[in-house]
C-alpha cells in the first residue's frame, strides 16, 4: 500500500522560504516511473498544481511559481521537497503530495497547513 | 494555460437523484481529463481517469464520459457518502490544471 506523509513547519514568515518533505512508503521512489508532484489548495478555494519530480531527478513547475519553486528528490530516503522562496500570505494553503501522472494523481498525501504570517 | 470550467459550482440533490457534472476544456485534451472527490478535511480521490477509466475500488454509480473539450461525470444514484467536492483535471499539458469544482450537497 502506497503512503505518502507531508512533513515540514505549519508557520511561516513573509519572505522566507517555505520548505515541506513528502515521505514515500509502500513503494520505492527511484524505481517507479512516476510522477511526484506537490499540490496546494487554500482554505475554502480550489486545488492548483505547483510542479512535479520524475524519478529521474527532472522537473516541470507552473509558471505562475516558476521563480519560485524548487522540487527535488532523495532516493535514498525515498523523499521529495518542495521550497518555495519568498512567501507572502497568498501562499497560505494546504500543501499535498501525490503520486501520479497521465492517469491522475491516484495517492495523496493527508495535507499539511502552511500558514504566512509574522 | 489549459482552462478547466466546471459547471454548475454547486448542486443539491437527493438521495437516489442521478447527478451531472460537466467540465469544458479551454483546448483539446483528447481523454486526458480526471475526476476527484474531495470530502471536508481529507485529501482529493481519484474516481475516475483518461476521462472513462475506473480508478480501483470506485462504485460502479460512478461514470465519466467525454473527449476533446467536454466532459462528464455521472452519479447514477447519489448516496449519503457522495456529498462532497467534485473536481476535474486536465493531465494533457503542464502546467496540470484542475476546475474550480462542483459542490454537491443535500
Known amino acids: 500500500q502506497v503512503q505518502l506523509q507531508e512533513s515540514g513547519p505549519g508557520l511561516v514568515k513573509p519572505s522566507q522560504t517555505l520548505s515541506l518533505t513528502c515521505t514515500v512508503s509502500?513503494?520505492?521512489?527511484?524505481?517507479?516511473?512516476?510522477?511526484w508532484s506537490w499540490i496546494r489548495q487554500p482554505a475554502g478555494k480550489g486545488l492548483e498544481w505547483i510542479g512535479r519530480?520524475?524519478?529521474?531527478?527532472?522537473?516541470n513547475y507552473n509558471p505562475s511559481l516558476k521563480d519560485r519553486v524548487t522540487i527535488s528528490i532523495d532516493a535514498s530516503k525515498n523523499q521529495f521537497s518542495l521550497k518555495l522562496s519568498s512567501v507572502t500570505a497568498a501562499d497560505t494553503a494546504v500543501y499535498y503530495c501525490a503520486r501520479g501522472g497521465g492517469p491522475g494523481f491516484g495517492y495523496w498525501g493527508q495535507g499539511t497547513l502552511v500558514t504566512v504570517s509574522s | 494555460d489549459i482552462q478547466m470550467t466546471q459547471s454548475p459550482s454547486s448542486l443539491s440533490a437527493s438521495v437516489g437523484d442521478r447527478v451531472t457534472i460537466t467540465c469544458r476544456a479551454s483546448q483539446s485534451i483528447s481523454s486526458y481529463l480526471n475526476w476527484y472527490q474531495q470530502k471536508p478535511g481529507k485529501a482529493p480521490k481519484l474516481l475516475i481517469y483518461?476521462?472513462?477509466s475506473f480508478q480501483s475500488g470506485v462504485p460502479s454509480r460512478f461514470s465519466g464520459s467525454g473527449s476533446g473539450t467536454d466532459f462528464t461525470l455521472t452519479i447514477s444514484s447519489l448516496q449519503p457518502e457522495d456529498f462532497a467536492t467534485y473536481y476535474c483535471?486536465?493531465?494533457?499539458?503542464?502546467?496540470?490544471?484542475f476546475g474550480q469544482g462542483t459542490k454537491v450537497e443535500i
Open positions: 483535471q486536465q493531465s494533457y499539458d503542464t502546467p496540470w490544471t
Open positions: 509502500g513503494d520505492s521512489i527511484s524505481s517507479a516511473s512516476y510522477y
Open positions: 519530480v520524475y524519478t529521474s531527478g527532472s522537473t
Open positions: 483518461a476521462a472513462s
